[in-house]
């Protein structure tokens, strides 16, 4: 699989220019639509010069602005396929790994390493582990599994852990008490979920920080969300892999109970008296 213009991104930004920046953050809060217009609409919505957007977009290695559209063009159909359309491309293994999606899922994992970094995972951790923030967490269909199995590790490590669960009428109900000293850590991939992006732009209104767990192609609530991890989901078969998004939040588990260490230890040991008595 080719590597991805956001995945790009990720492990070239700490050599762009502070204008080069500001067009990688545009893009990826509009990915990829805002990649598909004109140089000239791209640098006004940016804020940047029409040579900066060139520049830019030579800097992730394409030789020109129609071949780095074409590679948009080639994601934005891969983000809106269904495990139907998928189930028709893939071809049998004869040849390859005795179990093809297995090694698919590995690959996705060393990818999906290979482009975060360590600032990234410095960043969340730290935001997921302030002080007095109530956090929460909510997942789609097929990624809420997930949600739900982090939340249950970082309410062992801290306080004021959250998952959103039920009917989204529930979820918005929960707002009115999320603001600015709050984080929201949402999971979504492709097709992605109407319902979780309508509840992350009110999140983002009220100045709740917003971390996203997402594909190589990014959901839409990017635009909303002051934390990307994309991992690499697609492998041999009609559904998506969760499996590097679930190690992922592994990663930060372990992570967050470091950075916690002297706290998350009395707040287990209080929680082993309580079950002991």
Same mark, same amino acid.
Do not use: C
């Given at each position: 699989?080719?590597?991805?213009?956001?995945?790009?991104?990720?492990?070239?930004?700490?050599? @762009?220019?502070?204008?080069?920046?500001?067009?990688?953050?545009?893009?990826?809060?509009?990915?990829? %639509?805002?990649?598909?217009?004109?140089?000239?609409?791209?640098?006004?919505?940016?804020? /940047?010069?029409?040579?900066?957007?060139? +520049?830019?977009v030579? +800097?992730?290695?394409?030789?020109?602005?129609?071949?780095?559209?074409?590679?948009?063009?080639?994601?934005?159909?891969?983000q809106?396929?269904?495990? &139907?359309?998928?189930?028709?491309?893939?071809?049998?293994?004869?040849?390859?790994?005795?179990?093809?999606? @297995?090694?698919?899922?590995?690959?996705?994992?060393?990818?999906?390493?290979?482009?975060?970094?360590?600032?990234?995972?410095?960043?969340?951790?730290?935001?997921?582990? +302030?002080?007095?923030?109530?956090?929460?967490?909510?997942?789609?269909?097929?990624?809420?599994?997930?949600?739900?199995?982090m939340?249950?590790?970082?309410?062992?490590?801290?306080?004021?852990?959250?998952?959103l /669960?039920?009917?989204?009428?529930?979820? *918005?109900?929960?707002?009115?008490? @999320?603001?600015?000293?709050? /984080?929201?850590?949402?999971?979504?991939?492709?097709?992605?979920?109407?319902?979780?992006?309508?509840?992350?732009?009110?999140?983002?209104? *009220?100045?709740?920080?917003?971390?996203?767990?997402?594909?190589?192609?990014?959901?839409?609530?990017?635009?909303?969300?002051?934390?990307?991890?994309?991992? +690499?989901?697609?492998?041999?078969?009609p &559904?998506?892999?969760?499996?590097? %998004?679930? %190690?992922?939040?592994?990663?930060?588990?372990?992570? /967050?109970?470091?950075k916690?260490?002297?706290?998350?230890?009395?707040?287990?040991?209080?929680?082993?008296?309580?079950?002991?008595?």
């Open positions: 699989m080719n590597t991805s213009i956001s995945e790009l991104i990720a492990e070239k930004i700490d050599a @762009m220019s502070a204008s080069e920046r500001k067009a990688a953050q545009t893009l990826i809060a509009n990915y990829p %639509l805002i990649g598909l217009r004109t140089v000239a609409e791209f640098s006004t919505q940016a804020g /940047v010069s029409s040579p900066t957007i060139l +520049r830019f030579s +800097r992730l290695g394409f030789q020109s602005y129609p071949e780095f559209q074409s590679a948009l063009q080639e994601e934005l159909a891969a809106v396929q269904s495990p &139907w359309n998928r189930a028709a491309t893939i071809q049998p293994s004869r040849n390859g790994p005795t179990f093809p999606l @297995m090694e698919a899922a590995i690959e996705n994992i060393r990818e999906t390493f290979q482009h975060l970094s360590v600032q990234q995972i410095d960043d969340v951790t730290d935001a997921i582990s +302030r002080n007095r923030a109530r956090i929460y967490l909510l997942g789609g269909r097929f990624t809420d599994p997930i949600a739900r199995y939340a249950a590790h970082l309410k062992i490590t801290r306080p004021g852990v959250t998952h /669960v039920g009917q989204e009428s529930h979820w *918005r109900d929960q707002l009115i008490d @999320m603001g600015k000293k709050d /984080v929201l850590i949402i999971f979504d991939i492709r097709r992605y979920q109407d319902s979780l992006i309508r509840f992350a732009e009110k999140a983002q209104a *009220r100045g709740v920080e917003i971390i996203l767990f997402t594909d190589q192609w990014l959901s839409p609530i990017a635009r909303f969300a002051r934390h990307v991890i994309a991992g +690499r989901t697609a492998v041999p078969s &559904w998506d892999s969760s499996a590097t %998004l679930f %190690l992922v939040a592994e990663t930060l588990i372990a992570e /967050v109970t470091r916690l260490e002297k706290s998350s230890a009395n707040r287990i040991r209080d929680m082993e008296q309580l079950r002991d008595n």
